[in-house]
């Protein structure tokens, strides 16, 4: 069925359940919606309208509206994606939540918070914590990406390694479907055995199946102690495989990260600081946390003794605010070398990692291209930036998809996925034809069509039911 256009009549409609000033349609308006943070002009385009409701019940009569025009509608909340799946490609009205921005409740005894969609992701943790609870969700982009945005991407970070991804967190949801109807799924209870478990197919699902309006999130007891710790190796392999080693000496750490020399460099160079053994270190950055010092204490000393073990350069207990902002700002740093670069997710077995990367870094050299690593290693999930610098555009698009299938083709013969926690949106939903199994995706397609059968809220994203074509 064809999509219809954003009337002037649809537009007053909006303008009456959300109040004029919160519906726009002029261009200096519009532009700050046309991206999220993929560089390429290929995935950015103006919606006609931006919507942003204060809560479910505007959410709900704003679908309830598009849906009788059969008006395609986008999901958006802080805009930090890294797949285009809330930038309007396919034309039609941005739903953003950025007002729904309250911590409703923090229930202490149930130990589970709940929010609205629009509360960023650090403030949400900071909330918490001084109330000594925890969350444990942590995308490297917290300080400005929205709890709603980590649900429907199910985002990981750092702390997947021990928490899990935001999947783990997320106890219930109230969700407004495509057609406009409220309801809620899961709640303030650890168990449910109730039938299908549909939140779970709102997790990660990219707003492509309904528009998540409140989110209850189990939280821990806040640990008393923390440490991070840096271990620098000379070989990128030697760096990697230290992580089944720690997990295997019964130490869970919070988070293991990893950053090749490369990138290493390039941060060095964007924040314009001396970073420890930048010259030829490979890094392997281990948070360790827990009540006892000695226990710290230990764990510490043991992962002091893997790492030399397996050829660290140097073990040494890091500065959390410098360590933790040099990782934070790879991806920052490598835009800030070449604007448009193209951010692979992939993820593999956790012992995968080595081989993959050793391969992957290999096509630096075969295409003459800037490649750099960096990523969640105790999750097998690695970021490569492929940075397009002075190429033109034309030399871009004819390179990047051959290195692209490289990288895939790899991938997937090592059992891994597309992506490890970006999520597919516009940018990889091509791919999932390609590499998905045909039965998977046909299940896949089957929920999308049970659940938006107008194929109208955010369509083109994950799985491409018509062949849709972007708005020229
Ligand atoms: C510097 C940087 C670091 C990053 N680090 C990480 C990381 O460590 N781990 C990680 O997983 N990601 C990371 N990301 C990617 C991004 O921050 C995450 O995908 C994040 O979860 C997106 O949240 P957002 O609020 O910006 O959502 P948006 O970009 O606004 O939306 C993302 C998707 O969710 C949908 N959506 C948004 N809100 C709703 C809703 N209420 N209901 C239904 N659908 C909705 C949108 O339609 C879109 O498809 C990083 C990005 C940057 C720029």
Request: aromatic share 6%.
């Amino acid at each position: 069925m064809a999509k219809g256009k954003v009337s002037q009549e649809l537009i007053e409609q909006l303008k009456k359940i959300v109040g004029e000033k919160f519906v726009y349609t002029d261009k200096d308006k519009l532009e700050p919606y046309s991206h999220d943070e993929v560089t390429d002009p290929h995935y950015m385009k103006e919606a006609q309208c931006v919507v942003l409701p204060a809560n479910t019940d505007e959410v709900s009569k704003c679908v309830k509206a598009c849906y009788d025009a059969n008006v395609i509608m986008v999901p958006r909340a802080a805009g930090t994606g890294l797949a285009a799946g809330a930038v309007a490609i396919f034309g039609g009205v941005i739903i953003s939540i950025e007002r729904m921005n309250k911590i409703i409740e923090i229930d202490k005894d149930n130990m589970v918070c709940v929010t609205e969609p629009g509360v960023t992701t650090a403030v949400l943790q900071d909330t918490v914590q001084k109330d000594g609870l925890f969350y444990g969700g942590d995308p490297c982009s917290g300080d400005s990406c929205f709890i709603g945005g980590n649900v429907a991407t199910n985002a990981g970070g750092n702390r997947a390694v021990k928490y899990g991804v935001t999947r783990d967190q997320v106890m219930g949801m109230e969700v407004v479907t495509p057609s406009g109807e409220v309801v809620t799924l899961g709640g303030k209870f650890r168990k449910n055995a109730t039938g299908y478990m549909l939140m779970h197919l709102f997790i990660g699902s990219e707003g492509t199946l309904g528009i998540i309006t409140k989110i209850y999130l189990k939280l821990v007891a806040l640990p008393k102690y923390q440490m991070d710790l840096l271990a620098v190796f000379g070989n990128l392999d030697d760096a990697i495989a230290l992580t089944p080693k720690v997990m295997n000496a019964g130490i869970t750490p919070t988070c293991v990260e990893f950053m090749d020399n490369a990138s290493i460099k390039q941060v060095e160079i964007f924040l314009n600081e001396k970073l420890q053994h930048s010259d030829v270190g490979n890094y392997i950055i281990i948070q360790i946390a827990g009540d006892s010092e000695d226990v710290l204490d230990e764990q510490c000393e043991k992962i002091d003794e893997l790492a030399r073990a397996n050829k660290a350069l140097d073990v040494l207990v890091a500065n959390p605010a410098i360590i933790w902002k040099s990782r934070k700002a790879y991806l920052e740093a490598d835009r800030a070398r070449s604007l448009v670069f193209s951010m692979e997710d992939i993820v593999v077995p956790m012992t995968e990692i080595p081989g993959a990367v050793q391969k992957i870094s290999k096509l630096s050299g075969k295409y003459d291209v800037a490649m750099h690593c960096a990523g969640h290693c105790g999750d097998g999930n690695v970021h490569i930036d492929i940075l397009k610098d002075d190429r033109t555009q034309e030399q871009w698009e004819d390179m990047l998809p051959k290195i692209q299938g490289e990288i895939y083709a790899l991938v997937y013969g090592l059992g891994g996925r597309l992506s490890g926690e970006h999520g597919i949106g516009y940018k990889r939903a091509a791919l999932m034809a390609k590499y998905m199994s045909p039965i998977e995706l046909h299940m896949m397609k089957a929920v999308k069509k049970a659940l938006d059968p107008k194929n109208i809220m955010n369509p083109g994203k994950v799985v491409n039911i018509n062949d849709e074509v972007p708005v020229e």
